[in-house]
C-alpha cells in the first residue's frame, strides 16, 4: 500500500445548506455492496429519496455512463480505471478534499496517484481479490490461484469466476509467472493459454455469489475478500485464500459523475460518508476496510480479527496494488478478456 502524504480541510458544506437539503439523490454502484441502513440514514437526515443501481465490473459502469442519459449522480470505480474517468471528463471535480469531513480520511488514503489530492474521489471500500474455498470440497492448499486456473478434480464445475477483468487477469498473469500490466507477449500469451484452458472447467463467470456458497452451490471461485466473509458467516466451511502466486489489493471510490442532476445532494453525500459512523455502517454491510479513520468504533468486533481482512504476514509481499495499466497492455488485456467471454 503506497499512498502517502498529508491534506487541507476546508468546510464546503455549511449548516444552512444540510438543513434545507431535499430531492433525489441516484447512486450507480457495485450490487450488493451499499448499506440499507446507512442509505436510510442519509434518507431520514437530508430528506432526500435515494435510489442505488447494481452494476456487476467497471466496464458494465463505464460503458453505461459513456453512452450519457443514464441518469445517474454518484458512481463508485476502482482505483484500476479512475484515470479513465478522469481523462475522459466523465467525473465532476466535486474537490472533496475541501469537504468538512475529509479531516476523517487516513492519510494513507489521500495522496492517491489515482487520484492525487482527492480531487475528484473519495474512499468507499478496499480490501483485496483471492480465491474461496469451501473446504468440505477441498482440503488441499487455497492459497493459490490454481483453484481456479488448474482446479483440482473435486472442484471442476463448481468453480465461479468474478466478472471484473482487471482482478482476474492480475492473478492470471502473476500466476503465470509475469508481474501486473506486463507487456511481455510470451508471458500474455501464457496467460491467455491458461485462461481458455480453465474456462471449461468452471460453473460460471457472475458476481452476487455470497448466497450460492451459503448454499454449496458453489464450491470455489475468484472471489472479493468482503463478499467470502460474508459467506463464511452464513456457512463456516467457506474460507478465504491469497494467492501465494500474486493477488490485487484495490480500492473503490465514490464520485460525482459530471453530468449528474443532482450536485448539491450528491456532494452532501460524498461528505456523509467520510463521518466514522456512517463509514463504519457501510463496512459493516459489506465487509470491507474503507479508509476512514475512527470507523472501526463502529464496525463489528468479529472484523478485528477475520482472517479474509487481515492477510497472512508469509502472503503479503504477494498482494499489489491495482492501478491502471498503459494503454496498450490494457488493449491486449481487453482482447484476451473478450475472447474469454466467447
Known amino acids: 500500500m503506497q499512498r502517502k502524504l498529508g491534506f487541507a480541510a476546508l468546510a464546503l458544506l455549511g449548516s444552512t445548506a444540510i438543513a434545507h437539503a431535499e430531492g433525489e439523490l441516484n447512486i450507480y454502484n457495485w450490487g450488493n455492496y451499499t448499506s440499507p441502513e446507512m442509505i436510510k440514514k442519509f434518507e431520514d437526515t437530508f430528506k432526500v429519496k435515494v435510489t442505488v443501481t447494481d452494476y456487476d465490473s467497471n466496464d458494465t459502469a463505464l460503458a453505461?455512463?459513456?453512452?450519457?442519459?443514464?441518469?445517474?449522480?454518484?458512481?463508485?470505480?476502482?482505483?484500476?480505471?479512475?484515470?479513465?474517468?478522469?481523462?475522459?471528463?466523465?467525473?465532476?471535480?466535486?474537490?472533496?478534499?475541501?469537504?468538512?469531513?475529509?479531516?476523517?480520511?487516513?492519510?494513507?488514503?489521500?495522496?492517491?496517484?489515482?487520484?492525487?489530492?482527492?480531487?475528484?474521489s473519495v474512499p468507499w471500500q478496499w480490501g483485496t481479490t483471492g480465491v474461496t474455498v469451501n473446504k468440505s470440497a477441498y482440503?488441499?492448499?487455497?492459497?493459490?490461484?490454481?483453484?481456479?486456473?488448474?482446479?483440482?478434480?473435486?472442484?471442476?464445475?463448481?468453480?465461479?469466476?468474478?466478472?471484473?477483468m482487471s482482478d482476474v487477469m492480475h492473478m492470471a498473469v502473476t500466476y503465470a509467472g509475469g508481474e501486473p500490466c506486463t507487456g511481455d507477449k510470451a508471458i500474455l500469451k501464457k496467460t491467455r493459454d491458461i485462461?481458455?484452458?480453465?474456462?471449461?472447467?468452471?460453473?460460471?463467470?457472475?458476481?452476487?455469489?455470497?448466497?450460492?456458497?451459503?448454499?454449496?452451490?458453489?464450491?470455489?471461485?475468484?472471489?472479493?475478500?468482503?463478499?467470502?466473509?460474508?459467506?463464511?458467516?452464513?456457512?463456516?466451511?467457506?474460507?478465504?485464500?491469497y494467492p501465494k502466486e500474486g493477488y490485487p489489493i484495490w480500492m473503490d471510490n465514490a464520485s460525482i459523475l459530471?453530468?449528474?442532476?443532482?450536485?448539491?445532494?450528491?456532494?452532501?453525500?460524498?461528505?456523509?460518508?467520510?463521518?466514522?459512523?456512517?463509514?463504519?455502517?457501510?463496512?459493516?454491510?459489506a465487509r470491507y476496510g474503507n479508509g476512514?479513520?475512527?470507523?472501526?468504533?463502529?464496525?463489528?468486533?468479529?472484523?478485528?480479527?477475520?482472517?479474509?481482512?487481515?492477510?497472512?504476514?508469509?502472503?503479503?509481499?504477494?498482494?499489489?496494488?491495482?492501478?491502471?495499466?498503459?494503454?496498450?497492455?490494457?488493449?491486449i488485456y481487453t482482447k484476451i478478456w473478450t475472447e474469454l467471454q466467447k
Open 258 to 285: 459530471k453530468d449528474a442532476k443532482n450536485v448539491d445532494n450528491a456532494k452532501l453525500f460524498i461528505n456523509f460518508i467520510m463521518d466514522p459512523e456512517n463509514a463504519g455502517m457501510i463496512s459493516t454491510f
Open 195 to 241: 485462461l481458455v484452458a480453465a474456462k471449461p472447467k468452471w460453473a460460471s463467470m457472475a458476481y452476487g455469489n455470497v448466497e450460492q456458497y451459503i448454499k454449496n452451490d458453489l464450491m470455489a471461485g475468484v472471489n472479493w475478500n468482503g463478499a467470502s466473509f460474508r459467506a463464511r458467516l452464513g456457512n463456516k466451511d467457506v474460507a478465504y485464500g
Open 64 to 120: 453505461k455512463v459513456r453512452q450519457g442519459g443514464h441518469g445517474f449522480d454518484i458512481v463508485v470505480p476502482s482505483a484500476s480505471v479512475m484515470p479513465i474517468w478522469i481523462s475522459e471528463g466523465l467525473l465532476l471535480e466535486s474537490r472533496p478534499d475541501q469537504m468538512e469531513n475529509f479531516k476523517n480520511v487516513d492519510p494513507v488514503w489521500v495522496d492517491v496517484p489515482f487520484d492525487p489530492g482527492r480531487h475528484y
Open 139 to 164: 482440503a488441499g492448499d487455497i492459497n493459490t490461484s490454481a483453484i481456479f486456473l488448474d482446479p483440482p478434480a473435486e472442484l471442476v464445475g463448481k468453480v465461479n469466476v468474478v466478472p471484473e
Open 292 to 331: 476512514i479513520k475512527g470507523s472501526e468504533a463502529f464496525m463489528p468486533a468479529d472484523m478485528k480479527d477475520a482472517p479474509e481482512i487481515n492477510i497472512p504476514a508469509e502472503l503479503k509481499a504477494a498482494g499489489k496494488f491495482n492501478l491502471a495499466c498503459p494503454p496498450e497492455v490494457q488493449e
